[in-house]
Protein backbone atom coordinates (compact mmCIF):
# COMPACT_ATOMS: atom_id res chain seq x y z
CA UNK A 1 0.00 0.00 0.00
CA UNK A 2 2.53 2.42 0.93
CA UNK A 3 4.54 1.74 -2.28
CA UNK A 4 1.03 2.22 -4.24
CA UNK A 5 0.83 5.62 -2.85
CA UNK A 6 4.34 6.91 -3.04
CA UNK A 7 3.78 6.03 -6.74
CA UNK A 8 0.27 8.14 -7.17
CA UNK A 9 1.99 10.58 -5.49
CA UNK A 10 4.85 10.51 -7.59
CA UNK A 11 2.20 10.17 -10.69
CA UNK A 12 0.16 13.40 -9.50
CA UNK A 13 3.35 15.20 -8.52
CA UNK A 14 4.86 15.12 -12.23
CA UNK A 15 1.56 16.08 -13.76
CA UNK A 16 1.08 19.16 -11.73
CA UNK A 17 4.53 20.74 -12.95
CA UNK A 18 3.98 21.22 -16.25
CA UNK A 19 0.72 23.35 -15.42
CA UNK A 20 2.72 25.43 -12.46
CA UNK A 21 5.36 25.63 -15.10
CA UNK A 22 2.97 26.52 -17.94
CA UNK A 23 0.65 29.02 -15.23
CA UNK A 24 4.54 30.81 -14.36
CA UNK A 25 5.23 31.40 -18.01
CA UNK A 26 1.46 33.22 -18.96
CA UNK A 27 2.28 35.21 -15.68
CA UNK A 28 5.32 36.44 -16.72
CA UNK A 29 4.00 37.47 -20.22
CA UNK A 30 0.84 39.06 -18.60
CA UNK A 31 3.42 41.36 -16.05
CA UNK A 32 5.20 42.33 -19.10
CA UNK A 33 2.09 43.41 -20.97
CA UNK A 34 0.57 45.11 -18.22
CA UNK A 35 4.55 46.47 -17.07
CA UNK A 36 6.43 46.31 -19.72
CA UNK A 37 10.43 44.74 -19.67
CA UNK A 38 10.49 41.37 -17.90
CA UNK A 39 11.71 39.70 -20.95
CA UNK A 40 14.55 37.66 -18.89
CA UNK A 41 11.87 35.95 -16.80
CA UNK A 42 9.71 34.66 -19.95
CA UNK A 43 12.70 33.55 -21.69
CA UNK A 44 13.70 31.79 -18.25
CA UNK A 45 9.84 29.95 -17.86
CA UNK A 46 9.77 28.97 -21.10
CA UNK A 47 13.23 27.09 -20.79
CA UNK A 48 12.11 25.48 -17.82
CA UNK A 49 8.77 24.23 -19.57
CA UNK A 50 10.57 22.70 -22.27
CA UNK A 51 12.67 20.68 -19.81
CA UNK A 52 10.12 19.55 -18.10
CA UNK A 53 8.81 17.20 -20.87
CA UNK A 54 11.00 14.59 -22.88
CA UNK A 55 9.74 15.35 -26.12
CA UNK A 56 7.45 16.64 -28.37
CA UNK A 57 5.72 15.08 -31.17
CA UNK A 58 4.05 16.70 -34.78
CA UNK A 59 1.04 15.26 -34.00
CA UNK A 60 -0.07 17.58 -31.25
CA UNK A 61 0.58 20.55 -33.45
CA UNK A 62 -2.36 20.53 -35.41
CA UNK A 63 -4.73 22.87 -35.24
CA UNK A 64 -5.71 26.67 -34.59
CA UNK A 65 -3.55 28.49 -32.77
CA UNK A 66 -3.42 31.93 -30.89
CA UNK A 67 0.17 33.52 -30.31
CA UNK A 68 0.25 35.30 -27.08
CA UNK A 69 3.92 35.82 -26.94
CA UNK A 70 6.79 36.19 -29.28
CA UNK A 71 10.51 37.33 -29.63
CA UNK A 72 12.20 37.77 -32.99
CA UNK A 73 16.10 38.41 -34.29
CA UNK A 74 16.55 41.54 -36.18
CA UNK A 75 18.35 39.09 -38.84
CA UNK A 76 14.82 37.86 -40.05
CA UNK A 77 13.81 41.41 -40.94
CA UNK A 78 17.45 42.45 -42.55
CA UNK A 79 17.45 39.25 -44.29
CA UNK A 80 14.23 40.13 -45.96
CA UNK A 81 14.03 41.63 -49.69
CA UNK A 82 11.25 43.40 -50.37
CA UNK A 83 9.15 45.68 -48.05
CA UNK A 84 6.39 43.47 -48.17
CA UNK A 85 8.60 40.46 -46.61
CA UNK A 86 9.57 42.80 -43.59
CA UNK A 87 5.72 43.78 -43.01
CA UNK A 88 5.33 39.70 -42.71
CA UNK A 89 7.83 39.45 -39.98
CA UNK A 90 6.72 42.43 -38.14
CA UNK A 91 3.07 41.61 -38.48
CA UNK A 92 2.69 37.88 -38.92
CA UNK A 93 5.72 36.45 -36.74
CA UNK A 94 7.37 34.24 -39.01
CA UNK A 95 5.95 30.38 -38.42
CA UNK A 96 3.59 31.59 -35.44
CA UNK A 97 0.44 32.81 -35.64
CA UNK A 98 -2.51 33.57 -33.34
CA UNK A 99 -6.17 35.17 -32.57
CA UNK A 100 -5.36 37.31 -29.40
CA UNK A 101 -3.99 40.94 -29.56
CA UNK A 102 -0.32 40.84 -29.93
CA UNK A 103 -0.45 44.56 -31.07
CA UNK A 104 -2.93 46.91 -30.11
CA UNK A 105 -5.79 46.94 -33.13
CA UNK A 106 -4.01 43.80 -34.56
CA UNK A 107 -5.15 40.02 -34.29
CA UNK A 108 -4.08 36.69 -35.59
CA UNK A 109 -4.45 33.08 -35.66
CA UNK A 110 -2.64 30.29 -37.29
CA UNK A 111 -4.04 27.30 -38.53
CA UNK A 112 -1.65 23.90 -39.25
CA UNK A 113 -2.89 21.12 -40.90
CA UNK A 114 -0.23 18.26 -41.03
CA UNK A 115 -2.26 15.85 -43.14
CA UNK A 116 -2.86 18.63 -45.92
CA UNK A 117 1.25 19.86 -45.75
CA UNK A 118 -0.18 23.74 -45.05
CA UNK A 119 0.08 26.22 -42.90
CA UNK A 120 -2.08 29.29 -43.13
CA UNK A 121 -1.72 32.65 -41.74
CA UNK A 122 -4.58 35.51 -41.39
CA UNK A 123 -3.69 38.53 -39.83
CA UNK A 124 -6.26 41.40 -38.84
CA UNK A 125 -5.36 44.98 -39.04
CA UNK A 126 -7.55 47.56 -37.45
CA UNK A 127 -6.78 51.07 -40.08
CA UNK A 128 -9.96 53.12 -38.40
CA UNK A 129 -12.71 52.96 -37.15
CA UNK A 130 -14.59 51.31 -40.14
CA UNK A 131 -11.63 50.03 -42.12
CA UNK A 132 -9.28 47.57 -41.50
CA UNK A 133 -6.49 45.58 -43.35
CA UNK A 134 -6.32 41.79 -43.58
CA UNK A 135 -3.11 40.17 -45.13
CA UNK A 136 -3.53 35.80 -45.54
CA UNK A 137 -0.61 34.18 -45.90
CA UNK A 138 -0.01 30.66 -46.68
CA UNK A 139 2.65 28.17 -47.01
CA UNK A 140 3.75 24.40 -47.00
CA UNK A 141 4.90 22.60 -44.14
CA UNK A 142 7.37 19.29 -44.54
CA UNK A 143 8.13 17.07 -41.81
CA UNK A 144 12.01 17.32 -41.08
CA UNK A 145 12.02 15.16 -37.74
CA UNK A 146 10.16 14.30 -35.24
CA UNK A 147 9.70 17.74 -33.82
CA UNK A 148 11.00 20.13 -36.86
CA UNK A 149 8.82 21.62 -40.00
CA UNK A 150 10.01 22.84 -42.94
CA UNK A 151 8.03 25.85 -44.13
CA UNK A 152 7.85 27.97 -47.12
CA UNK A 153 5.74 30.84 -47.38
CA UNK A 154 4.18 30.75 -51.12
CA UNK A 155 1.65 33.60 -51.06
CA UNK A 156 0.46 36.61 -49.62
CA UNK A 157 -3.34 37.90 -50.25
CA UNK A 158 -3.84 41.25 -49.19
CA UNK A 159 -7.68 42.42 -48.99
CA UNK A 160 -8.26 46.39 -48.41
CA UNK A 161 -11.56 48.14 -48.25
CA UNK A 162 -12.41 47.72 -52.39
CA UNK A 163 -9.35 46.04 -52.93
CA UNK A 164 -8.41 42.95 -53.64
CA UNK A 165 -4.04 42.04 -53.95
CA UNK A 166 -2.39 37.87 -53.77
CA UNK A 167 1.22 38.99 -53.73
CA UNK A 168 4.06 36.68 -54.98
CA UNK A 169 6.59 36.15 -52.23
CA UNK A 170 10.35 35.68 -52.29
CA UNK A 171 9.35 32.04 -50.87
CA UNK A 172 10.82 32.47 -47.49
CA UNK A 173 12.23 29.38 -46.29
CA UNK A 174 12.81 28.17 -42.39
CA UNK A 175 11.87 25.57 -39.80
CA UNK A 176 10.38 25.17 -36.72
CA UNK A 177 11.59 23.43 -33.81
CA UNK A 178 7.97 22.59 -31.53
CA UNK A 179 9.62 21.93 -28.05
CA UNK A 180 6.81 21.77 -26.24
CA UNK A 181 3.14 21.19 -27.02
CA UNK A 182 -0.09 19.90 -25.09
CA UNK A 183 -3.73 19.92 -25.15
CA UNK A 184 -3.54 24.07 -24.80
CA UNK A 185 -0.11 25.18 -24.80
CA UNK A 186 2.79 25.22 -27.04
CA UNK A 187 6.32 26.30 -27.59
CA UNK A 188 7.95 26.91 -30.59
CA UNK A 189 11.68 27.41 -32.00
CA UNK A 190 12.19 29.56 -35.27
CA UNK A 191 14.86 29.26 -37.82
CA UNK A 192 15.51 33.31 -37.14
CA UNK A 193 15.99 33.16 -33.81
CA UNK A 194 12.00 33.72 -32.63
CA UNK A 195 10.75 32.24 -29.70
CA UNK A 196 7.21 31.59 -29.77
CA UNK A 197 4.15 30.86 -27.42
CA UNK A 198 1.20 30.07 -28.31
CA UNK A 199 -2.70 29.06 -27.13
CA UNK A 200 -4.44 26.19 -28.50
CA UNK A 201 -8.19 27.68 -30.12
CA UNK A 202 -10.95 25.20 -30.08
Known amino acids: LTLMMIVLCFAVATALVPSALKAELLGAIGRQRREGGGERAILDAAAELEQSLPGTTLASVD ?3 SLVYSTMSSDGVRDATSLVYKTLFRYVPF ?6 RFLDDVSNEQVVDL ?4 VDN ?8 TA ?3 LRVR ?5 ESASTLAITFDAC ?3 LPFLNLTL ?3 RPRGSVVTTFCDDDLRISRGSRGGLFVLRRLP
Do not use: I, N, Y
Request: hydrophobic share 45%.
Open 115 to 118: ARGV
Open 122 to 129: VVDMKLSS
Open 63 to 65: GRW
Open 157 to 159: DLE
Open 168 to 170: PLP
Open 95 to 100: LAGGAE
Open 132 to 134: KLR
Open 139 to 143: GTAVE
